[in-house]
């Protein structure tokens, strides 16, 4: 582990391993660097590219400084890609790739080649919008301790899982892993709550996305995110969707990690 320095001073964990590309893995809402799939897929890609993953801010490894802002993430960003040279390959997960478009709208020209795998955008009706109480419900929760409470808005009203479902999976030990970086869900809905609002984003919002990017979805995964993939594909310069046979959001990183390979070398 090694750690980068931030725009604003906060210090940010990676592993960095591997040659050839670099490429920085952006995780999404809950998940971290030492988590068993995302280590696993930076193994994987570590054969053909030089991996950074990395923590992002207020989790693992990584520190926090207040107040959150969305443009303090892509400032994170920026200093790992700065830490491999000036240009990057980026690959992001769910809300995580909501956070690479971003930042690559931003910095076009570091940005050499993007790669998503189903952002989750609402912009039409096919699916219930992000709540507009949902992050002043989750600070909440966190500032009065209250974490599981956090973790049960994220799941109930971001993925859309029944209430009554939670009760077995408050059972399984992921639930307390989730606890404990659920002080960071509403830095994700910062990220992603104009994308999913259930309407169309502006017209020119991905201008300046022209390098290379892939879209990946699952078959199997829900009908609004392959459709609001495609659309994406539909508005970039240089876009292409591609469908994981048998996947859902819950990816597995070896079907997953091929695909990224071929489309990014």
């Not at 490894?61 to 790992?80: C, F, G, H, N």
């Not at 890609?81 to 809300?95: E, N, P, Q, R």
């Not at 959001?249 to 390979?261: E, G, Q």
Request: hydrophobic share 40%.
């Amino acid at each position: 582990m090694q750690y980068i320095t931030s725009q604003d001073g906060t210090q940010i964990a990676l592993d960095e391993i591997g040659n050839g590309a670099p490429i920085i893995l952006i995780d999404g809402a809950l998940g971290h660097r030492l988590d068993s799939n995302q280590q696993h897929l930076a193994t994987l890609l570590s054969q053909h590219f030089t991996v950074i993953n990395y923590d992002r801010r207020g989790r693992g490894d990584s520190k926090d400084t207040m107040p959150y802002t969305v443009q303090r993430e892509i400032e994170d960003i920026e200093a790992l890609i700065k830490h491999v040279g000036g240009s990057a390959y980026l690959y992001g997960m769910s809300s995580g790739a909501i956070l690479a478009l971003k930042a690559t709208k931003q910095m076009p020209s570091r940005v050499t080649k993007l790669a998503l795998y189903e952002p989750p955008f609402i912009i039409d009706s096919s699916r219930p919008p992000l709540p507009k109480n949902y992050i002043r419900d989750l600070e909440n929760a966190i500032k009065h301790d209250d974490s599981d409470k956090a973790v049960e808005i994220f799941m109930t009203q971001a993925i859309g899982i029944p209430l009554e479902y939670l009760t077995p999976m408050r059972e399984d030990p992921m639930w307390n892993d989730m606890k404990a970086n659920s002080h960071t869900l509403a830095y994700d809905g910062r990220i992603s709550q104009d994308l999913m609002l259930g309407k169309m984003w502006d017209t020119d919002m991905w201008a300046a996305i022209t390098m290379p990017t892939y879209v990946i979805v699952g078959e199997a995964t829900e009908d609004f995110i392959r459709q609001s993939g495609q659309t994406l594909v539909d508005e970039l310069i240089n876009g292409e969707l591609i469908t994981l046979t048998g996947q859902s959001h819950n990816v597995d990183m070896t079907v997953l990690a091929p695909t990224l390979i071929q489309s990014l070398s």
